[in-house]
Nanobody, 125 residues
Framework: QVQLVESGGGLVQAGGSLRLSCAASGRTLSSYDMGWFRQAPGKEREFVAAIRWSAGRTYYRNSVKGRFTISGDNAKNTVYLQMNSLKPEDTAVYYC??????????????????WGQGTQVTVSS
């Protein structure tokens, strides 16, 4: 079973950037589809981005397209979420998650098998 640890969250002004990292141990991340989700207070957890490394395919929710980039580093067994042009509405706890490979890359939280503990991202206006 893979274990995931997120880092890189923090407080940033609107328009700024952050890079989140998700370091894995236990198994290689290339065996999984990897996703980033976020959850704001009082709201449901929502999909942000996903990657299938073997196919080089990435997926994003519409509101982050062109601003966020998901990527992976096999040598470091780490997945990243580069977040640029941050907005106050991006404020949330961000989670990375791993899903055993399925026919389609999962875009909903219930399709993911392993979760990290989350990292807080706060964007001030």
């Amino acid at each position: 079973q893979v274990q995931l640890v997120e880092s890189g969250g923090g407080l940033v002004q609107a328009g700024g950037s952050l890079r989140l990292s998700c370091a894995a141990s236990g198994r290689t991340l290339s065996s999984y589809d990897m996703g980033w989700f976020r959850q704001a207070p009082g709201k449901e957890r929502e999909f942000v981005a996903a990657i299938r490394w073997s196919a080089g395919r990435t997926y994003y929710r519409n509101s982050v397209k062109g601003r966020f980039t998901i990527s992976g580093d096999n040598a470091k067994n780490t997945v990243y979420l580069q977040m640029n042009s941050l907005k106050p509405e991006d404020t949330a706890v961000y989670y990375c998650a791993a899903s055993m490979l399925r026919v389609k890359v999962p875009l909903t939280s219930y399709e993911y098998d392993v979760w990290g503990q989350g990292t807080q991202v706060t964007v001030s206006s």
